[in-house]
Each structure stands twice: as structure tokens, then as C-alpha cells.
């Protein structure tokens, strides 16, 4: 049954309007103006909101941080703004902890989103089969969605522990050594990484399989009449017809470590946390905005670096950009 | 489970993004969806029972931790079974970090954003999905593209603005920014653009009712299921949001999630105080998830797809 209504797309013709009632010209006429009114002012009225509030609580801020990152503003004085110029910028700019924070943020995006994509493919895969108590696998994979980065963080944290944490105490049976995770670059970025696939795998898996259940079935009989095998199957059939939903999960994903906050905030806690590391050896570019405009109070910087992120954001798009383009291109 | 196909092939060339889209809210496409013509192995059973161990073993060993003491949280051979402390530990913690108004806090701010982006969205959602006006395709563009917006571009004037209007550390500054929701709108109109017939907002037309009379007693009710799940979802991520509440709320006013990180960022935080908080946090929508999982699982299915 997946694909058999005719298309009504968005921008369909509509069916013509109602006959208006028998009246009096003049009440027919006021009525009719009524209407009109109702009909051409409604559909604004209705999306409003949305409007109002993105553009007072989403759009102006945006633009504004522009503004105050030309100044010095400090969280003990709100309303002094002094112009500074480009000092934000360039000093953020020179700094060695913003360089490691932009790296920290790409390496833990790519070790987080990379790995998880793929279980989820795979799981999907594995939901799409018929199953029994699907929907109890369903619910089961989706719990972690349900925690808070707070306390995902949290009980990871203490996974993560250097002695006595869970992870080095089952890696002991393997008989590998204890690993000071929150102390080495990679092994912290790794610690963080696993917080946000145990949190987000499920998510896309969901996504992914409600993809694979809308391929139409002929795919797949007329690729077993061919020969095909099950992973040829999966890879000729259901992965370039997942294209789409594959780009848009990588896109949303890619935005989600661009905001990592809560896990390495809260991977040690307190001071540590609020700097990302002794050595800043997790520190992610939320962090660094944190540290700067709420940790030290210098609100001029921290609009520097939410502009920083906005180019990176631009770049980063520009290059799914590209990506999508060649894809599309050699797949034509 | 034979399908019923009596569809003539579509064009293989472009199966995804249209098909995808167009069959969004016909629920029992989850049932008998495509390519699902094999049986699951035993391979495919004990992958999804590791799988499933791993998502929930965290949120045991959560219960497990806020059980102990801190010493036996903190010993080199971590417990594995719950132990006999959960209540001091929820009482130390209830106090350390006021959870008790932490929790009303939190239940105001989740409610009445839900409450807003229903309403918002759903009216908004209808008028993408079936009302025809000027700009419509570039608007709705627009607000799929301010889904990509993090909040971090935003938060620093946010705050000096909160603090000018006397919002500062006030439950306001976190329930107006997310009164209405793109993925909200997007939803809804996903949803209506199926369910809900053109017949019938004529039929509504030919009896004379105006456009907020069709919303009121035609949209309302077909939107119903799309709310319900609407409403889950936006009601976890109220409850869990962390980033801006814990930038703009304060130590005397927090919601759950910001009381639990400054707990945590405490000098000498006890773990299993910090767990019994985590545990009081998660609770609740645990139950939610429980009861409602279904719902929410197919509702992510529905919504998602954006190809």
C-alpha cells in the first residue's frame, strides 16, 4: 500500500470556492468583503507566531551578536557597551584554546556522527526484517532519547571514571590497563563521543527505518529475481534509495556536535568542566562561548566566537553543498 | 505477511524523496511497510538484545549508583546491583540542590511550551498545509531553514536582553524563545497536508463557517494524533533542555536539568547524590516513555523523514 495516492503536493490546485448563500445585495456584499478579508488576512494571522517569536528571540539576537561582538560588554555591567572593534575578534582569533576547541568540535562531530549513522543503518536494517515485539525493540532502542544530556553526562562520567569507573573495571578482564579518559585528547573525545551515540543512535535508526519502509517492495523482488543477494539487496536497493534521509540525518547531526555543551561540561564538573579539561583537551566551541561570556564574564568575546561559529556553520554547509551536488551528479 | 500491492511500479529513478514525503501520516504503512518480506534470524535478535542491553544499561546502573553510598560507587570493583540507600540519597539530594522547586519549575516551563507550540503550530501547520497565500513556498522555506540555526548564535544578546526586560534568571527568558517550534510547524503540516481533505474544509465553507470556526471543529479534531505525538516530543525536549536554561536561570530558580549540573559542579559533589538527582530528573519521563513509547516511536517515524 506504501505508494498509491496520487499526489497532492503543497502547491496543488485547489478545488474552486463555495457558492455563497442567497441574500440581500447589500448584506451579500459586506458578507463577500467579510470573506475575503478572513480568507487574505488568515493565513498570516495563522503563521504569525512563529514568525514573532523567531524574529524577536531568534532572528534580532542573531543579527545583534554581530553588533556586541564589536564591543566590550561585561557580565557585571550589561547595559556599558564600549566599541572595541575587531579587538574580539582577532583575540579570539590568536587564541591557541580556540583553535583546539574548533579541532575538538570537528574531531568529536566526525568520531560521533560517523560510527552512530552507521549502527543506526544497520539496526534499521535489522528492525525492517519482519520481527517479533518490533515495537518493544522499537521503544527499547529510543530509550535514551527519553535522558537529558545532564544526566547522560552524569552517569557516563562516572563510566568514564579513571580508577574505579565501569568501563576500565570490564577492561580489566581483557587485561587492558586502566586509561585516564577525561586527561588524554583522543580517549576524552571518545568518552564524549559515546554520550551522544548512546543518546542519538535510536533516533536515526527510527528515521532510517521509516525511510526503508517507504521503498516499494517491487525494488526487491524485481532485485531477487535478478540474483540478488541480501546485502546486494541492501546495497544496491535500500542505500541510494535512503540517499535523501542519509544527507538529512548527516545535516542534522552535523549541526548537533556543532552545540555540544552538556557532555563535556559535565565529563568532570565544576571548574574543570567549565574550561573543558585541564588542558582543554575537551573543550568543544559551546564550551570555549561558555568559559569566555559566563565562566569569566566578557560578553564582547563570546558574541566573537557565536559569529565564528556562524561562518563555520555556513562553511560546513557548503560543503554538504558540494558533497550533495557530486553525489547527485555521479549517481545521474 | 503478503502485501497488498496492487500499486503499478512506480518510476525507479526517483522512489525516495516524493514517495518518502507523500506517504508520511498513513499510520499502517509501519505495519506492512516494504521489504519486509523475510524473517528475522537468530543473528538479527541478538544484535538488537546487545544493542538493546547497551541503551538501557546506563539508566540501570543510574538506579544502581543512586542505591549506594559514594564509597561504593567510587570502589575499584563498581556494584552492579542496587543497594540499600536510595532515600537518603533522594533526601540529600532534594535538599542539596532544591529539586522540589526545581520540579515545579520544570513542569511549568514543559507544560506551558507544549501547551504554546500546539496551539502555534497546529494553526500554522493547517494554514502551510491547506490555505493558499502570497509567499507561502518562500516562508515555509524559511522555516525549515531556521531549524539549522543552533542556539549559540543567539545566546549573548538573548541574555542582555532578558536581563533589559527584567526576564534575568526568570522562568520567562526560557519559556518565550520556544513558544512556537519549526520542527513543530513542519509537522503539523506534514500531517494535515494528508489527513486532513480539502471536502471537508468545503464542506465547512458551504455551511457557512469562517476560517477560525474550520480550524476551531474541521482541523482540530482530524489534527488530533499529530498533536498528541507533538506534544510528547516537545514535552521531552522542554524537560531536558540544558544549554540555555543553565545560561540563563540562576542557582535560586533552576529547572531540573540546571539544578542537576550545578549539583554536579559543586566543590566536593557526592556521586550517588548526584545519580539520586539524575535519577529524580529521568523518572518522569521514563514513566512517560513507558506508557506513551509507542506513540513517540511511530511519531519520530512520521515526522523525521525530510529527505
Known amino acids: 500500500m506504501a505508494t498509491t495516492t496520487p499526489t497532492r503536493g503543497a502547491h496543488g490546485s485547489r478545488p474552486s470556492r463555495r457558492a455563497p448563500k442567497p441574500m440581500t445585495a447589500r448584506r451579500q456584499a459586506w458578507r463577500s468583503r467579510l470573506w475575503r478579508f478572513d480568507d487574505k488576512a488568515s493565513p498570516y494571522a495563522y503563521i504569525a507566531p512563529f514568525f514573532l517569536v523567531f524574529g524577536a528571540f531568534g532572528l534580532y539576537p542573531l543579527v545583534y551578536t554581530g553588533w556586541i561582538a564589536l564591543h566590550r560588554v561585561e557580565m557585571t555591567g550589561l547595559d556599558q557597551m564600549e566599541w572595541v572593534g575587531w579587538e574580539n575578534f582577532a583575540n579570539i582569533l590568536q587564541d591557541s584554546e580556540f583553535w583546539t576547541a574548533v579541532s575538538n568540535t570537528f574531531v568529536i562531530g566526525v568520531i560521533s556522527t560517523v560510527p552512530q549513522l552507521m549502527i543506526a543503518l544497520g539496526l534499521a536494517h535489522l528492525l525492517n526484517y519482519k520481527l517479533r515485539a518490533s515495537t518493544f525493540w522499537r521503544t527499547v532502542i529510543l530509550t535514551p532519547y527519553a535522558t537529558s544530556v545532564a544526566s547522560a553526562a552524569l552517569v557516563f562520567a562516572l563510566v568514564f571514571r579513571a580508577d574505579g569507573g565501569l568501563l576500565n573495571w570490564v577492561l580489566g578482564f581483557f587485561g587492558a590497563g586502566e586509561t585516564n579518559w577525561a586527561n588524554g585528547h583522543w580517549s576524552s573525545n571518545i568518552a564524549i563521543a559515546v554520550i551522544v551515540i548512546w543518546r542519538w543512535t535510536g533516533y536515526n535508526t527510527l528515521i532510517y527505518l521509516a525511510a526503508m519502509q517507504a521503498v516499494p517492495s517491487d525494488l526487491y523482488e524485481a532485485a531477487s529475481l535478478d540474483g540478488a543477494s541480501r546485502w546486494q539487496q541492501f546495497r544496491n536497493v535500500t542505500i541510494p534509495s535512503l540517499r535523501p534521509t542519509i544527507l538529512f540525518t548527516i545535516v542534522i547531526s552535523t549541526i548537533g556536535s556543532m552545540q555540544l555543551f552538556g557532555e563535556p561540561l559535565l565529563l568532570e564538573g565544576g571548574q574543570i568542566g567549565a574550561q573543558g579539561g585541564t588542558e582543554h583537551q575537551y573543550e568543544t566551541l559551546s564550551i570555549y562561548l561558555y568559559n569566555y561570556g559566563w565562566n569569566l564574564g566578557h560578553l564582547g568575546p563570546a558574541a566573537a566566537v557565536a559569529w565564528a561559529m556562524l561562518v563555520l556553520l555556513l562553511l560546513i554547509a557548503g560543503i554538504n553543498w558540494l558533497i550533495g551536488r557530486f553525489v547527485r551528479k555521479t549517481a545521474a | ?307
Open chain 2, 1 to 307: 505477511m503478503t502485501t497488498t500491492h496492487t500499486v503499478t511500479a512506480p518510476d525507479r529513478g526517483q522512489v525516495s524523496k516524493a514517495a518518502v514525503r507523500q506517504d508520511l501520516p498513513r499510520r499502517n504503512r509501519f505495519k506492512q511497510g516494504a521489504g519486509r518480506q523475510h524473517h528475522a534470524g537468530p543473528f538479527a535478535y541478538i544484535a538488537l538484545a546487545v544493542v538493546g542491553l547497551g541503551s538501557l544499561f546506563p539508566l540501570y546502573w543510574t538506579l544502581v549508583a543512586a542505591s549506594r553510598t559514594q564509597d561504593e560507587v567510587l570502589d575499584t570493583t563498581p556494584p552492579l546491583l542496587p543497594g540499600g540507600n536510595l532515600f537518603n540519597n533522594l533526601d540529600a539530594a532534594w535538599e542539596q540542590a532544591s529539586l522540589g522547586k526545581a520540579i515545579v519549575n520544570t513542569v511549568i516551563v514543559s507544560s506551558s511550551i507544549t501547551l504554546a507550540t500546539l496551539f502555534f503550530c497546529t494553526l500554522a501547520g493547517y494554514a502551510f498545509a491547506k490555505m493558499r497565500f502570497k509567499g507561502r513556498g518562500a516562508l515555509m522555506t524559511t522555516v525549515i531553514a531556521t531549524l539549522t540555526i543552533p542556539p549559540q548564535l543567539s545566546v549573548v544578546p538573548l541574555f542582555m536582553m532578558m536581563s533589559d526586560i527584567g526576564w534575568g534568571g526568570q522562568l520567562e527568558s526560557v519559556i518565550f524563545p520556544t513558544l512556537v517550534s519549526a520542527f513543530g510547524v513542519f509537522f503539523m503540516r506534514q500531517y494535515l497536508l494528508e489527513a486532513l481533505p480539502y471536502e471537508l474544509i468545503e464542506a465547512g465553507r458551504v455551511d457557512g463557517a469562517n476560517n477560525l470556526r474550520i480550524v476551531w471543529s474541521i482541523v482540530l479534531p482530524v489534527a488530533r494524533p499529530a498533536m498528541m505525538v507533538l506534544g510528547m516530543l516537545t514535552f521531552v525536549q522542554a524537560w531536558n533542555d540544558f544549554f540555555w536554561p543553565y545560561l540563563a536561570l540562576n542557582q535560586q530558580n533552576p529547572t531540573l536539568q540546571v539544578a542537576l549540573g550545578q549539583l554536579s559542579a559543586s566543590y566536593v559533589p557526592d556521586q550517588s547524590i548526584v545519580m539520586a538527582g539524575a535519577l529524580i530528573s529521568t523518572l518522569p519521563l521514563l514513566v512517560v516513555f513507558v506508557i506513551f513509547g509507542k506513540q513517540i516511536v511511530g511519531g519520530i517515524m512520521s515526522g523525521a523523514v525530510k529527505g
